[in-house]
């Protein structure tokens, strides 16, 4: 895959056409079967998801504030989008859910609370991910191996059939299918090498993608198979990527439908919209932190600015007929690793979705998921390469912890409550530096000075209460709190306490720069 080093490389210089088209092309790629799959598992048509993918590429790209990162259908909200159609009573009724749920972002983002996203500590979006990558190699390993049960997109551990990763794995391996097996380990070896013969083969070549050559050769050899070798042909559709064939130029607009408008009063679309919205607007705003790392020219997106986007795109795709859409981080990746530098390659993936899906669906649904799944397969190892844990390791334990944690939740549960669970370990320690940082005691002979280094809040009474009790009797006590800017209620409780407690120990305490319950500096 064609890669974007850092350095004097200016985004906004040359033939951006150059980086951005080829990289749109491996996003279109990636996203196609991604789009059929999460439509299928939400049990909407699958031309909704097609919808959906198209506005994230074309529509959020150019409203949103970010560069590199691409919107689409997300699995994370199949669950909720099922149970969605099946409460609101129709498809159509639902697509006003998705309408409302973009207006409810949209307003979000007038308010500006995509604020909420600078407050996930860096160790956890990173573990995030690590664990995103490390997912995706676990889920494509079955589609590289012809075992299509799971749909493609998915990322919970536990699957719809009933079956979770890890035996999924286990049953692709002991029915692994050998054309499935020979198209993806020589589609593996292309994206291995591809920049290599590119390289040697002239200036021309490097244009192409790698994953353009890896579909192509995707749908030779299985061709191949059918004509030679007709054992290892994958025939299945449950093995092929499933583009909806329309007959017509008008029956492939007359996939598109409105929503139904009558079902405004409706409380369970109401619901349906207020819950679209949040989980879209979280997921879309952890997505854009990882966004901004990935970027090779490490651009600062606006969060605010993303959720106003996110809106119009969930409003627009509602009223074509599409699911909803959210920033979604493995066609981020996937348009990272391909080179991309500009909002264009997001907006050329749309483009050709459209394009693919409305003159050439016949051709594309003779393209392998194996391949696919190679592809997937190195964008994740990009993510989660051994470098990234040694990196994390070297920042220590408060970092590593963290990390480690998300990693783990990621993988054995889902995306957003893996966030969860690591946004929690990652508070606790950071907690646990703050706590150990703020305060601290010195003495010679019996006098004693007790600093506070920073602002004291509640998350120092435990250190705080310590330090009191190691006052022996009869000492002299210096509370200092010229450093502190800030002290709340919970640590003038504990002081007051002491306060109370200092004469029965024969404790003179002296306050500096520490106003307690009205007494300020002197003794007391």
Not at 105 to 117: D, E, H
Not at 349 to 361: C, K, N, R, S
Not at 446 to 454: I, S, T
Request: net charge neutral; with cysteine; aromatic share 8%.
């Amino acid at each position: 895959m064609t890669g974007t080093k850092l350095g004097s490389l200016d985004p906004n210089s040359g033939n951006l056409f150059k980086y951005d088209g080829p990289a749109g092309t491996v996003v279109f790629l990636v996203a196609l079967p991604l789009c059929l799959g999460i439509a299928l598992a939400s049990g909407a048509p699958l031309f909704s998801g097609i919808v959906a993918g198209v506005v994230g590429g074309i529509v959020v790209s150019i409203f949103s504030g970010s560069q590199v990162s691409v919107s689409g259908p997300a699995a994370g909200l199949t669950v909720i989008v099922a149970s969605a159609i099946v409460s609101t009573g129709s498809f159509k009724a639902f697509l006003l859910s998705v309408v409302l749920a973009g207006v409810l972002q949209f307003l979000m983002g007038v308010a500006r609370l995509g604020a909420i996203a600078d407050y996930v500590p860096d160790s956890v979006i990173k573990g995030m991910l690590a664990a995103i990558g490390l997912v995706i190699i676990l889920k494509q390993i079955p589609h590289a191996l012809g075992r299509d049960k799971d749909f493609e997109g998915d990322m919970a551990f536990l699957e719809q059939s009933g079956a979770n990763t890890v035996t999924d794995i286990v049953e692709s391996v002991l029915s692994a299918h050998p054309g499935a097996m020979i198209i993806s380990a020589l589609s593996l070896l292309v994206l291995i090498y591809w920049d290599d013969v590119a390289a040697k083969a002239g200036a021309w070549m490097k244009l192409v993608p790698a994953p353009l050559i890896v579909v192509l050769l995707g749908i030779g050899l299985n061709q191949g198979f059918g004509a030679f070798a007709p054992q290892f042909q994958l025939r299945s559709d449950e093995y092929m990527v499933s583009l909806p064939v329309a007959q017509s130029v008008q029956g492939f607009f007359g996939q598109f439908m409105l929503p139904d408008f009558s079902a405004i009063t409706n409380q369970a679309v109401l619901s349906a919209a207020a819950t679209i919205a949040i989980v879209a607007s979280l997921e879309s705003l952890l997505s854009l932190e990882a966004a901004d790392r990935l970027d090779p020219f490490r651009r600062i997106s606006s969060a605010s600015r993303e959720l106003r986007a996110q809106g119009i795109g969930n409003i627009v795709s509602g009223l074509l007929g599409g699911l909803p859409v959210t920033s979604v981080v493995v066609r981020t990746s996937a348009n990272v690793t391909a080179g991309a530098r500009t909002w264009v390659s997001a907006f050329v993936h749309g483009v050709l979705l459209f394009a693919a899906t409305m003159l050439i669906p016949s051709i594309l649904n003779l393209t392998p998921l194996a391949c696919l799944a190679a592809i997937l397969i190195v964008i994740g190892y990009k993510l989660t390469k051994p470098a990234v844990y040694k990196a994390m390791h070297a920042l220590g334990w408060n970092q590593l912890v963290p990390f480690l944690v998300t990693v783990l939740a990621i993988v054995f549960t889902d995306l957003l409550k893996g966030v969860i669970v690591g946004m929690f370990v990652g508070v606790f320690f950071v907690m646990r530096t703050n706590h150990h940082a703020a305060i601290t005691l010195v003495h010679q002979d019996h006098y004693y000075l007790l600093r506070f280094n920073k602002d004291a809040s509640f998350v120092n009474k435990n250190e705080l209460k310590r330090k009191l009790r190691d006052i022996p009797n009869g000492s002299h006590l210096i509370i200092d709190g010229t450093k502190s800017l800030y002290t709340d209620h919970d640590i003038i409780e504990i002081v007051e306490g002491f306060q109370q407690l200092a004469p029965y120990k024969d404790i003179t305490l002296e306050l500096k720069h520490f106003e307690l319950g009205g007494t300020a500096n002197g003794h007391v």
